[in-house]
Nanobody
Framework: QVQLVESGGGLVQSGGSLRLSCAAS????????IGWFRQAPGKERDFVAA???????TYADSVKGRFTVSSNAAVNTVYLQMNSLSPEDTAVYYC????????????????WGQGTQVTVSS
């Protein structure tokens, strides 16, 4: 089974940028669709973006034009570049894998990382 580890979270000021990483082990990323989700305190886990096995990208409307998902097969890692961050982006960010195509539903994903905290100050 694939194992996922997120990194790159932290504290950033409004308008700033962060790049999150999702490092995979136990199988090549080319076998999976990788999704990014986020969960703020007291809220549900929401879809952010996904990159399919074929390299196609899908984004939530709230992050289109600000976030970019990409992958580097050489290091078996998926990235989430986040620009123009606002306090509303504050959450724990998770990556997850599925053998299926991109889905905005957490239940569609089989394996999850432990999450990384992103805090955007105003």
């Amino acid at each position: 089974q694939v194992q996922l580890v997120e990194s790159g979270g932290g504290l950033v000021q409004s308008g700033g940028s962060l790049r999150l990483s999702c490092a995979a082990s136990g199988g090549p990323l080319s076998m999976y669709t990788i999704g990014w989700f986020r969960q703020a305190p007291g809220k549900e886990r929401d879809f952010v973006a996904a990159i399919s096995r074929g390299g196609g990208n899908t984004y939530a409307d709230s992050v289109k034009g600000r976030f970019t998902v990409s992958s580097n097969a050489a290091v078996n890692t998926v990235y989430l570049q986040m620009n123009s961050l606002s306090p509303e982006d504050t959450a724990v960010y998770y990556c997850a894998s599925t053998y299926d195509g991109p889905s905005p539903y957490p239940r569609s994903y089989d394996y999850w990382g432990q999450g990384t905290q992103v805090t955007v100050s105003s």
